[in-house]
């Protein structure tokens, strides 16, 4: 069955320094994965989205995150925070229209980043 | 441009009682969705829509019924309602459909309590 899994449910770092969200999925086919952010009563925004090209992604607001097929992993990250990046941030995969989830997303369980001044 | 607009914002129901939350995009997209967000669980597809007068199941559908009234609207019926159902709901919208590789748009949500 294909999952995915976010490691961490609270991540909480210090302005101005690195963050890192970490995500990691199962799958028998060559997924397509995306960062989507939630912040607070709002609805979901994409960050960023890796469909085979590129395995180094990048997306808004200075967030990137890189495709590693062996260790099927997708982590977010960003070289300084900024207080306006508290939210909360979904992993989500897709799979192809041939797979037995037919092209749904699959979204984890979520990571809060607390970014304190 | 106004995206993806839900309504109500807020609802509290008794158990037992029925209720429909509306969604309307004006992006003309063929595919809409209804998640519905639990904490610590991410986000559930309840129903989708891939293309106008298509709905399929999603992985939660138990409860829940939906119907795509044109391209632009997809609504959520709950004919009656369960605590469980407490929850958050969204609304999502994309162009192509399938929930592929493309971008959804999403609905600021609607926040549903039952007692």
């Known amino acids: 069955a294909q999952s995915v899994t976010q490691l961490d449910s609270h991540v909480s770092v210090s302005e101005g320094t690195p963050v890192l969200l970490r995500c990691n999925y199962s799958?028998?086919?060559?997924?397509?994965l995306f960062w989507y952010v939630q912040h607070p009563n709002k609805g979901l925004q994409l960050l960023l989205k890796?469909?085979?090209?590129?395995?180094l992604v990048k997306g808004i607001n200075g967030f990137e995150a890189e495709f590693k097929k062996s260790e099927t992993s997708f982590h977010l990250t960003k070289p300084s925070a900024h207080m306006s990046d508290a939210a909360e941030y979904f992993c989500v995969v897709s799979w192809p229209r041939g797979s037995n989830q037919g092209g749904k997303l699959i979204f984890g369980q979520g990571t809060e980043l607390s970014v304190k001044p | 441009n106004a995206g993806v607009t839900q309504t109500p914002k807020f609802q509290v129901l008794k158990t037992g009682q029925s209720m429909t939350l509306q969604c309307a995009q004006d992006?003309?997209?063929?595919?809409m969705y209804w998640y519905r967000q639990d904490p610590g669980m991410g986000l559930r597809l309840i129903y989708y829509?891939?293309?106008?007068?298509?709905?399929d199941k999603g992985e939660v559908p138990n409860g829940y019924n939906v119907s795509r009234l044109n391209k632009r609207e997809f609504s959520l019926r709950l004919e009656s309602a369960a605590p469980s159902q407490t929850s958050v709901y969204f609304c999502?919208?994309?162009?192509?459909?399938?929930?592929?590789?493309?971008?959804?748009?999403f609905g600021s949500g609607t926040q549903l309590s039952v007692l």
């Open positions: 829509s891939a293309s106008e007068g298509t709905t």
């Open positions: 999502a919208s994309s162009e192509r459909g399938g929930g592929t590789n493309e971008k959804l748009f």
């Open positions: 992006m003309n997209h063929n595919s």
């Open positions: 799958s028998s086919y060559s997924p397509s």
């Open positions: 890796y469909t085979s090209a590129a395995t």
